[in-house]
């Protein structure tokens, strides 16, 4: 049922799509979400950031979206009906859409297509990502201040660099206050599962953390933790309405400074393909308010944001481990981009087996 209402909706899309085209001369810009753009989390930025999009260049542009695309042939097929209807850029916004992507970019050389968090790139197909690890980084620390046990839930989506790197980042941070301090993280193996993302928040909180944290995209696990009286981290969006007395913080992507950029780019005929990776200084990543914490953590959390904005504090700077014992960073020394975008390795005190 869920593939018949999604092709229903993108036949329609598609349809309105092409009526609205053949009326005026207006670049088309159109998105493809893995959720729904209304899930509290990592969609509901991305379309923010259209939004933001279609007030700052107005009658330049129109835009289309599709919602609730699942990874794999379903997504392939999206984006090549998108491609067909006129689309003249495309930004596919979830890492499970990579591959194809690629697929549809190499068939159709002639429209733009923008990758969020994957690594292939092409002439015709750009990759943009945020450093998240840096706003998870703060929240190690203030887990750390806050809780009572010495240990962390963290609930994982899929064991790639990016997710993994933000469990070490997260760590790495919380033992820069605590240097005994663990987390156990859970694998839900979704992006988008109220269910599953709930189950895993309860099955933490009974093995007896006292903080949740998350890299999935709804607010079910804010919202277990605050029915289990405990305190957690939001994702992608500020999730602080589903958990008023809960939420610590929330890393919250702000996409529209980029949307706009590149969408300008490609209405002046100056698109190129590109990597871009920005950070909390660029305004691409933003901490939601610091609440429900004491006034010296909220004071510490402030500091730290102020030294990775500056560049005075990396997160991924030794004297570290791995989490087999190795060492991996020398005292002072940190890590280069690129190991950091292949990281398939934990840091020492992670109390996990990472997935092969």
């Known amino acids: 049922m869920k593939k018949l209402l999604f092709a229903l909706a993108t036949t329609a899309a598609v349809l309105g799509f092409t009526a609205a085209a053949s009326a005026q001369d207006k670049a088309k810009i159109c998105f493809i979400y893995v959720g729904s753009k ?5 969609t509901q930025a991305h379309d923010l950031g259209r939004q933001e999009l279609e007030k700052a260049l107005g009658d330049k542009i129109e835009t289309q979206f599709l919602e609730n695309v699942p990874e794999g042939p379903d997504a392939e097929r999206a984006l090549e009906r998108l491609a067909r209807s006129g689309c003249g850029l495309i930004f596919a916004t979830s890492f499970g859409f990579m591959d194809a992507t690629v697929k549809i970019a190499e068939k159709f050389p002639d429209v733009k297509f923008e990758h969020a968090t994957g690594y292939k790139t092409a002439p015709n197909l750009a990759t943009y990502n945020s450093r998240f690890y840096e706003g998870r980084y703060i929240q190690g620390q203030i887990a750390a201040k806050i809780s009572q046990k010495g240990v962390a839930g963290y609930i994982a989506s899929f064991p790639i660099p990016e997710v993994v790197m933000g469990i070490n980042s997260f760590l790495i941070g919380a033992r820069s206050v605590n240097p005994d301090f663990k987390i156990k993280v859970v694998w839900a193996n979704t992006w ?3 269910g599953k993302e709930a189950d895993a928040a309860k099955a933490l909180i009974d093995q007896g953390v006292d903080v949740i944290t998350q890299h999935t995209d709804t607010t079910a696990p804010m ?4 029915e289990r009286g405990i305190k957690a981290f939001g994702q992608a969006s500020d999730m602080i309405k589903a958990g008023p007395e809960t939420q610590l913080t929330a890393i919250v992507d702000t996409w529209g400074a980029y949307y706009i950029k590149r969408t300008q780019a490609f209405i002046d005929g100056k698109w190129e393909t590109t990597s871009s990776w920005d950070g909390l200084k660029d305004g691409i990543l933003t901490m939601a308010p610091y609440t429900n914490m004491p006034d ?3 004071a510490m959390a402030t500091e730290t944001e102020a030294k990775i904005k500056s560049g005075e504090l990396k997160p991924f700077t030794g004297p ?4 087999d014992g190795s060492e991996w960073l020398a005292a002072g020394a940190s890590s280069d981009d ?3 975008l292949g990281m398939n390795f934990y840091v020492e005190g992670v109390d996990d087996k990472l997935p092969q």
Not at 38 to 42: E, I, N, Q, S, V
Not at 320 to 323: T, V, W, Y
């Open 38 to 42: 209304t899930d509290g989390g990592w």
């Open 192 to 194: 988008f599962d109220p």
């Open 223 to 226: 919202q277990v933790a605050a």
């Open 296 to 298: 010296d953590v909220k």
């Open 320 to 323: 570290l481990k791995k989490q």
């Open 338 to 340: 690129g190991t950091l």
